[in-house]
């Protein structure tokens, strides 16, 4: 079970037990009196917003009951983890699937949070996808909010549009600008590149290069660049001035964001409750199951609540290398070749303003290094409905592989002085609270061989009837929407189906925005 908030008090949220329908009743308590074709009880719509954020501070979620090891899932298929690409997988397999999910809420790292009134989701979030049906999925179970991304490169003391290689000249530092244009104009042909420090030279030039891609790449990865591949950069990095791109809608080619591209985000709540939302129409999914063992041989698979599941097959959306761990008899030389993944971790910075932040930018992007954030996202102009709130919340992502040796409370500091350095505030007593969050599972780093690292033990758990999906699943640097998607294309690969999901998608409080 997780908790609502209902008239100012804390309320139970059920989660459908293995065979009941996933949308029976109120969405909110299950209460068996209401009609079911109606949508709320008299919890109402003010219930909305709370469900899918975790409360912090106050009480945790209550956890759903472990399932004892005398029932029989031979034929069954368990999917570990309930984020976006085991919801999406779950979707795919309907009744034939259980989703064990470790901890008490759905979403994984695209769950949001709320700390003292604010809403922060991890990491970021907005909604934007070239797979027509995840989007119709997403606006088909819940109200979405649509506006245009604002976001800025903040470079040499002042803010212009993102992205930076085309939009450089609107810096006031002349000789920056013609450094920037000289190098573009010499820049060649990336195709041929040996690495992602190789492909932002020849790319973009030296001066852009110089200014702002190498810096603020350096920031994010590390100092070394070469140990980089360049083939996930086409989705990822903005072509420059004079080049015409644009996110594509459909096609399934996704191409990287602009300052105009259009986003969206739940018109209620953070970004977790699209997969709150989603995750009504799973008929099987349990809360607080953390795997502690698998064992291929007898096909059993073991929590740390005591409880024992049997299985046909397994989902796994765990990281690679912890799945690998908890698999009993595993050749030692496969965890060898996990260990061979690189992850970044990462630290969030969350500070909680005592009132409505006064711009319209949502995301901001630096490679200074009196910055301590590479990215700062501003979440409350995510939606009309965070923008009414009192208390408005601005996350700042940090990667330590920069600033491995910074203390929290300096952090704190660097996040306060920041916030006035960018204008968000102007004086440090606007803040309420700063909270600073480590994140073990931040970004899969893109090296020359994680591809084949991957492919190798996935061919190996395959073996085992062992399947991995998701951004640490498959190491792969993707957004929700993606880990969405090749959820649905596993599960539908395992149930032997394709191009159809097995009912329409669910609507939810009046349903999409036109589009």
Request: charged residues 25%; hydrophobic residues 35%; contains cysteine.
């Amino acid at each position: 079970m997780g908790l609502c908030r209902s008239a100012g008090e804390m309320r139970a949220l059920s989660i459908p037990r293995s065979g009941e329908a996933a949308d029976r009743g109120c969405g909110i308590c299950r209460d068996p009196r209401v009609p079911q074709q109606r949508r709320v009880c008299r919890h109402g719509r003010g219930d909305a917003p709370a469900r899918g954020v975790e409360r912090r501070p106050g009480r945790r979620a209550c956890r759903a009951q472990p399932t004892g090891g005398g029932e029989s899932l031979m034929e069954r298929i368990l999917i570990l983890g309930a984020g976006p690409s085991g919801i999406g997988a779950a979707l795919a397999l309907g009744k034939r699937c259980t989703v064990l999910e470790a901890g008490d809420r759905v979403g994984g790292g695209s769950g949001s949070i709320e700390i003292d009134g604010a809403v922060f989701d991890l990491g970021g979030h907005s909604f934007h996808t070239p797979h027509p049906e995840v989007r119709q999925l997403v606006y088909g179970a819940v109200e979405m909010y649509q506006q245009k991304r604002q976001a800025r490169c903040y470079a040499f003391g002042q803010m212009i549009d993102y992205p930076f290689q085309r939009n450089y000249r609107q810096l006031s530092d002349a000789q920056v600008v013609e450094e920037c244009a000289r190098g573009l104009k010499q820049a060649g042909d990336a195709a041929g590149a040996a690495n992602f420090e190789q492909y932002l030279l020849r790319r973009f030039g030296a001066g852009i290069a110089r200014h702002f891609m190498l810096p603020y790449n350096r920031k994010l990865w590390g100092e070394d660049l070469s140990r980089l591949a360049v083939s996930w950069t086409g989705e990822r990095v903005a072509a420059p001035e004079n080049q015409r791109e644009s996110f594509r809608k459909a096609g399934g080619v996704r191409k990287p964001l602009h300052g105009d591209t259009i986003v969206a985000y739940p018109a209620r709540g953070g970004f977790g409750e699209v997969y709150t939302a989603l995750s009504r129409r799973i008929a099987d999914l349990r809360l607080g199951q953390a795997v502690a063992r698998i064992d291929p041989r007898s096909r059993t698979l073991h929590t740390r609540s005591n409880a024992t599941y049997r299985w046909h097959r397994i989902i796994s959306t765990l990281p690679v290398d912890r799945l690998l761990e908890m698999i009993e008899g595993i050749d030692p030389a496969l965890r060898q070749i996990a260990a061979g993944l690189e992850r970044l971790p990462l630290r969030m910075v969350f500070v909680v303003i005592d009132h409505p932040v006064d711009t319209p930018i949502q995301r901001i992007y630096s490679a200074e290094a009196h910055i301590p954030a590479h990215k700062i996202a501003i979440n409350h102009n995510s939606s009309d409905y965070l923008r009414r709130l009192p208390r408005h919340g601005v996350m700042l992502e940090v990667s330590p592989g920069t600033r491995s040796g910074v203390a929290p409370e300096d952090l704190k500091t660097g996040a306060a002085e920041t916030l006035r350095t960018l204008g968000i505030i102007r004086r440090a007593e606007e803040i309420h609270s700063i909270h600073v969050r480590d994140v073990p599972y931040g970004y899969p780093v893109p090296t020359h061989d994680f591809s084949q690292r991957v492919q190798r033990i996935q061919q190996t758990l395959e073996e085992l009837g062992i399947y991995t999906v998701g951004r640490f699943g498959q190491w792969a640097y993707i957004n929700s929407d993606e880990a969405l998607y090749r959820g649905l294309q596993l599960g539908r690969r395992l149930a032997g189906q394709s191009g159809r999901l097995p009912s329409s998608p669910m609507r939810q409080r009046g349903g999409p925005l036109r589009r």
